[in-house]
């Protein structure tokens, strides 16, 4: 009986304990945290001494009584906005939009919402709306319209950047903010669209003229292939038409055609037959006369060209040997001439040696010899005025013997004078052989004895001055020439 009051005792005790700890655990959803208030805690991230608890994901234990336990939910809250503004250009507009906030879920926002908005969640959405709505009237009032429709995102990020702050100090994040329209009720907006309105309906327009043009062209282009195509049929038709009228004809014409066919063969088989006749008779005639002639005209002028190539040759060998004749008398006569000049400078050589020899010889006498020419030169005087006065009278009397035995005495050096026309020729060809020698020395010779004519002149004067000495006396004392002087003659020159 006993153990039975204890087991009973033991199992109520259990079950009192089981529902106590039922009573004081408390579990945070993920969607929530738990605040517990009513003793000092001091919470990671926290300051010291704040007076609550918070709780998220996972349980707790709370003593009634002592601590008081209330939940902050996390989900997200979402708030519309319907904000009057007025542009930079004071331009009036309405701006429709959503803002998606949460609690944050850090200890501080938690703190800063459970604050703030623990037994008021459900006035979060209105004051959020009031926050927005006061910056995003400000960010407005400083941009234009066309600013606001062509960068939604610029004025969606000014108004998230300045209500991150307030946002932060109520412990809310958000989430997403979204311009969803912006009206126009002046109609500015609507005015701006209409240039571009315009621009589109016009290309609009063109475009549609343009395919309408394209498809008129098509069809028209279809059509033309149409008519083609009956084109196309149509002489067809007409060219089998006419074979076939062009077949009937031909039959039609058979007949005919193979008699006239069979004699055109006759008229062509006898043209080939006189052909070859006329080509036989051809033939006969080259073989009989024309091939004949050809042989002798043939033999005539191969005869007549071997001829005139003797010739050619004959003469071509006569200039030849001339030609070598001429050479060998040239360089004869070019050895003759070196051999003079070498005879001639070893005699100057003599000459000039004996010269230094005799001189002393002639220095040693010059004194005996001067005295000896003194008197000499006394009678010398008296034999050449008796002399004088002789070949005078000589000439008088027979000038062409004078003349002749003068030429006779410097015909020698009167030679070599006209010899010396050839000294300086190194080659010399003689074209008429010895004829043309002799020519050729008859002529040097004339050419040297120039000297014949000035001496006949020379006498001439001499008459002239005889006659006048006649009649006066002066003629004989000083006006009869003396005789005519030996022109020395420079061997050397060869």
């Not at 969640?121 to 009237?137: C, D, I, T, W, Y």
């Not at 941009?143 to 991150?164: H, N, S």
Request: glycine content about 8%; some cysteine.
């Amino acid at each position: 009986m006993i153990v039975g009051v204890v087991a009973g005792a033991a199992v109520v005790a259990v079950l009192v304990v089981i529902g106590l700890f039922k009573m004081m655990w408390r579990v945070a959803e993920p969607n929530e945290a738990l605040v517990i208030s009513g003793s000092k805690h001091r919470t990671e991230g926290l300051e010291e001494g704040m007076g609550f608890r918070i709780v998220t994901g996972r349980g707790t234990l709370v003593l009634p009584g002592v601590q008081a336990v209330r939940k902050m939910s996390l989900d997200l809250n979402e708030t519309e906005l319907h904000v009057d503004c007025v542009t930079h250009q004071g331009i009036p507009l309405k701006v429709r939009g959503v803002v998606i906030f949460k609690v944050g879920d850090d200890f501080v926002s938690i703190a800063n919402a459970a604050r703030r908005f623990l037994d008021q969640q459900k006035l979060m959405s209105e004051r959020v709306h009031n926050v927005f709505a006061g910056h995003l009237r400000s960010i407005v009032g400083g941009l234009t319209v066309e600013d606001m429709i062509r960068d939604r995102e610029k004025l969606t990020g000014q108004t998230r950047a300045a209500c991150g702050t307030e946002m932060e100090k109520l412990g809310l994040i958000v989430d997403s903010l979204q311009i969803h329209e912006i009206e126009d009720p002046t109609g500015y907006i609507q005015n701006l669209a209409m240039p571009h309105a315009a621009a589109v309906q016009r290309d609009a327009r063109i475009a549609q003229a343009e395919a309408n043009r394209l498809a008129t062209e098509a069809e028209q282009q279809s059509y033309a292939r149409m008519a083609e195509a009956t084109r196309d049929s149509e002489i067809l038709q007409a060219g089998y038409q006419a074979e076939r009228d062009k077949a009937g004809a031909k039959s039609r014409q058979a007949g005919p055609l193979a008699d006239a066919a069979a004699r055109q063969e006759v008229v062509v088989q006898e043209t080939r037959v006189a052909e070859l006749e006329a080509h036989r008779r051809e033939q006969q005639l080259q073989a009989d006369v024309r091939k004949p002639a050809d042989a002798k005209a043939y033999e005539k002028r191969t005869l007549a060209e071997g001829e005139r190539d003797a010739r050619i040759s004959a003469a071509q060998a006569k200039a030849k040997e001339t030609e070598l004749a001429s050479a060998a008398e040239a360089t004869r006569v070019k050895a003759a001439a070196g051999a003079e000049a070498e005879a001639t400078k070893a005699r100057g050589a003599a000459a000039a040696t004996a010269t230094r020899a005799t001189g002393e010889a002639e220095a040693a006498a010059a004194q005996a010899r001067g005295l000896a020419e003194a008197e000499a030169t006394k009678a010398q005087g008296l034999a050449e005025a008796e002399a004088i006065k002789a070949r005078a009278a000589a000439l008088a009397e027979n000038q062409e013997a004078v003349v002749a035995q003068q030429l006779a005495e410097n015909w020698p050096e009167i030679v070599k004078a006209g010899a010396s026309a050839f000294g300086s020729v190194d080659n010399m060809v003689v074209l008429n052989g010895a004829d043309g020698m002799a020519d050729m020395l008859a002529k040097a010779l004339t050419m040297g004895g120039t000297g014949l004519g000035l001496a006949r002149q020379l006498l001439s004067s001499m008459n002239q001055n005889g006659q006048n000495a006649n009649g006066t006396s002066s003629s004989l004392n000083g006006s009869v020439p003396p005789p005519p002087q030996r022109v020395p003659v420079d061997t050397d020159k060869g």
